[in-house]
Structure formats: C-alpha cells, structure tokens
C-alpha cells in the first residue's frame, strides 16, 4: 500500500503548477505603473494573459503604444510596432468603457485575434475554461440577464466539461469603491456553474465573497488608483495602497487566486479546492472523518476510528516534502485530534491518513 501511496502522490505533485496565467485590468494609459505591472507579470512567465478591460484609451495614445509597448511578446497575429509578437495568440482582452472611447471598438477588432465574434468570446487552456464577457451596456446582443449574450454564456456553461469555469468582464456587480455596484451584470453565475467572477472598472483590489462563491475587482494595472467607500456585504479584502495583478495556478483538484502588487508583496490568496475522492466506499462504510481545525496559530488533523485501528498520518507539501508523521497501533475506537508541526506560512498541503491500509487523501489549506 505504501507503493499505492506514493504513486497517487507523484500524480498529484506532477500536476501541480501545469498551468498559470495572469489576470489585470485597467492598465491603459502607457503609465510607468503599467511598465511595472507588465514587468511583474513577465517574471512570473505566465501561460496567458487576461484582461478585465479598460485596454487603451484613444485620447492617451494609440492601441499599440498601450498594449503592445507592454504585452506584444504575448499577442499574435501581432501588427505593432514594438517586437515580433508571439508565434500564438496569449493575450485575451475584455472590452471596457475606456476602449470604446471614439472609434475604439473598430480599433479594438482590428488589433486584436479573438475567437467567435471577438466582442465576448470563450476559450480553453487544459482544465480551464475562460469565458470573456462584454459587460458594456452597448453591446448589440444585450447585458440585462434575458439577453443573447448571457444566453449564449448559460448554454455554455451548461455544457462545458472543464474543472473550472472563470468569467471576466468589465463593470463588477458588486464593489465597495466609487463606481459601486452594477446590476446589470448580476447574473447568477453560481447557479450557472462558474468557478468565479473576475471584474475591473474600479482601480483596486478587492475580494467579494457571496454565498461562498468569489468576486474579484481587480483594476490595479496602471490607470490612477480609486479610494474605497464603506465596504459592501461580503467585502473580504480591500487594497489600493499600490498596482498589481493577479497570478492564477490551476490543478486538477484546486485553483489557487493570489493578488500581489509591483513590490512582489503578495497582498490576498485565495484557493478553491475540489474534494479529492479516494477510497469512497471505505468512508461510506466506516463513516471515518479526517479535517483540519484552525485555533489561532495552531492546526490539528481531526479524525473519528469506528473500531480499533492500526493508524498512520503523512503531511507533505506541494512539492513532495514530507512534513510530519504519526503512525499508531491497534488505537482505540473514538475521536482524535494530532497537532500538526507549525509551518512558516498558510500553504496547500496533502493529508494522507491510512486506516487498517485503507487511505483517504485529502489537499488541505493550513
């Protein structure tokens, strides 16, 4: 069983990292924080870029001194001015307000390679499923919740196969800073079977929980920063203090969200984790619990045995460590709680337990 063990294990260790992209938004204007934004997003070597809108604006210059100053090495077919471009299309732009300034959408369509009618569009990298939305309420085919358009995205949702689902669009239906909530785009996208919502148009960060389902605004990319108002319902984290963007780690059983500004501070990380289901009929049998219980600065594993055991418990972190063991014989019957060794800083960790060599794995935020 131990082989068993460490072959489900190097699967998991193997996925992790496969894929990674870059979210910002609002970074028109060829500002010296958009060059910085840009720089950080290019240490992290990302897969892909998506944006939130708010692209260009015509009256500060054209698209390419905007966009492709900063991201050409990411866009193809590309037309500018400023390298060669990419051999295949990495950039992924939303519209927002600030690019339909003028004859921006006609530049917009002409500069850019986007798949279906280029307006709002879906595609798929491995396990992800992006879908760009145009939240402007000029769009032909409609914003309110019975249009084409969010026809089209429920259909979609409604068939796609991907483990997670993201939606971008510009104007958020929900923010605690001065643009406020945008009910036009409040559509159920929870109910739709979306991963999360990404939003921009307010210039900050911020992190909105409802009903357990995440809101991102993220309009740090380069434009002047917004101050925040009293915070909404659900607001969890909050920051205009600087620029940043977000890195997006996708695995097959968690997706990791994390904010981190041009200091290379990380300022928010959020993970959604899908249940790993192993040795189903085991725990449906013996009704065995393993969860990890958080008080203050310490974390413990808990766990209830239905008769008398012979028990072992590995940690390991995201990389294959082990971090710590626990093996028992013949415990008894009951409920039991192991202190976990503190760690440096809350990670992803993988919990496996092996009950009479019966083993439940389980990733686990502590």
Known sequence: MKIIIVSLFLIFICEAYSQKFAFIGDQR????????????????????????GDNFDLTQGT????????????????????????????????????????????????????????RY??????????????????????????????????????????????????????????HGNNSWMDWPFQEWGATAVFAGHDHVYERIMKNNFPYFINGAGGANLYNFNTPIEGSIVRYNANYGAQLINAYSDSIVFKFININNEQIDSFTIIKQIETSSSYKSINNNILEVIKDGNFRYVKYSLDYNSDISIKIFNLFGKLIQEVIYFKKNKGVYIEKIIPQAKESVYIICLSINNKVIVSKKIF
Not at 29 to 52: C, F, H, K, M, R
Not at 64 to 84: A, K, R, S
Not at 98 to 116: A, R, V
Not at 135 to 158: F, H, M, R, V, Y
Request: some cysteine; aromatic content about 14%.
């Open 63 to 118: 698209v390419d001194e905007q966009v492709g100053m900063f991201f050409h090495n990411y866009i193809y077919p590309y037309i500018g001015n400023f390298g060669d471009g990419d051999t295949v299309n990495r950039f992924f732009p939303t519209l927002g307000n600030h690019d339909l300034i003028g004859n921006g959408l006609d530049e917009y369509l002409s500069y850019f390679t986007l798949p279906g009618n280029e």
């Open 29 to 52: 204007g060829a500002t010296t924080a958009t060059q910085q934004v840009s720089a950080l997003i290019d240490s992290w070597n990302p897969e892909l870029i998506v944006t939130s």
């Open 121 to 178: 569009y879906d595609f798929v990298n491995g396990n992800v499923h992006f879908y760009l939305i145009n939240s402007n309420p000029n769009e032909i085919d409609g914003t309110d919740l019975q249009s084409i358009q969010a026809q089209w995205l429920q259909n979609n949702l409604l068939v796609a196969t991907e483990q997670w689902k993201i939606i971008c669009f510009h104007h958020s239906p929900y923010s605690s800073s001065i």
